[in-house]
């Protein structure tokens, strides 16, 4: 009897460590385990240590409720009739909405209602980029592509949210062109900027005449303004010295003379120190003013520069 009792013991152990080993399991965070009994759907376990019947129960997937994400290619024809092949990434997760019953749940649909979400998922894709790059040109392929990603993940989420797959988001990487049409936009891109280039050449060109111009302008302004008050300030002098000069008893021929002789002594001593070869001949007397005039003319020409 004895023997009978240790023997029934150890069977129930073994049978214990059989139900722990083939029967216990644990379920990850951001995961859901289906349950099936002989082939039907009996429960969903969350996240943590759990036990089944061994043979009975059997775990159908372990559904992982995280962000996934796929990238499809697919070609397009945009409304000029240019063929493009668009990368499209798709970020989705199973649903974790519960529904009125457990069928009616994102896990249970997302299991029990297709057998490859994935292509499902790329025929939606393909078929919502290809109803909508139509209503865009080339150019607008490239300057909208976040609006059409965005119009094909509302596209697609309504689709796939039946299936218990909720589209997160989408994202168009990368637009492949031909290598003949890519070759044309480098040219007018090319041209574009060379255009550019020179219009700026132009305008600097343009800035910097009307700058040396309104320069030359104003220094003559300011020459002239500057000629004007010395010439006023000659004209005062002489007024002056005329009148100092007839307060002394001088005529105002005399005073003529005077002035004029002075001015070509200046005339003189400066026409000297330039080193000109030249020769004058002065008067005998210095009262034929005359001839005085002549000789200044002479001296001033022989004081220019030659050209």
Known sequence: ??????????LVVLVVLVVIITGA??????????????????????????????????????V??????????????????VTIKVEV???????????????????????YSLTNPEEQMQSYIVDALRSTIPQFDLDSVFDEKDAIADDVRKKVSDHMIRYGFEVVGTLIQ???????????????????????????????????????????ADAMRQAGRGI????????????????????????TAEANELFLYTQWTDMMESFSKSGKSSTVVLPADFRESTSMFEQMLCAHKADQPSE
Do not use: C
């Not at 759990?50 to 059997?58: A, F, G, L, S, Y």
């Not at 004209?235 to 002056?240: M, N």
């Open 1 to 10: 009897m004895a023997i009978i009792s240790t023997l029934s013991w150890v």
């Open 25 to 62: 399991y644990t379920v990850s965070q951001q995961s859901v385990a289906i349950i099936e009994r002989f082939g039907k759907f009996a429960r969903m376990e969350g996240p943590g240590f759990h036990v089944k019947i061994p043979m009975i129960e059997t775990i159908a997937k372990i």
């Open 64 to 81: 992982d409720l995280r962000i996934q994400q796929d990238v499809f290619t697919l070609s397009a024809k945009t409304r000029d009739n």
């Open 89 to 111: 990434a798709v970020q989705y997760k199973v649903s974790e909405e519960q529904g009125a019953t457990v069928q009616d749940s994102g896990v249970y649909r997302s299991y």
């Open 174 to 216: 990368s637009i492949g062109l031909p290598k003949d049409v890519e070759a044309a936009m480098n040219d007018i891109n090319a041209a574009e900027r060379k255009k550019v280039a020179a219009q700026s050449l132009a305008d600097a060109e343009r800035i910097r005449t009307v700058t040396e111009a309104e320069a030359k």
């Open 228 to 251: 004007a008050e010395q010439r006023k300030a000659i004209a005062e002098g002489i007024k002056d010295s005329l009148a100092t000069i007839k307060e002394a008893g001088v005529t």
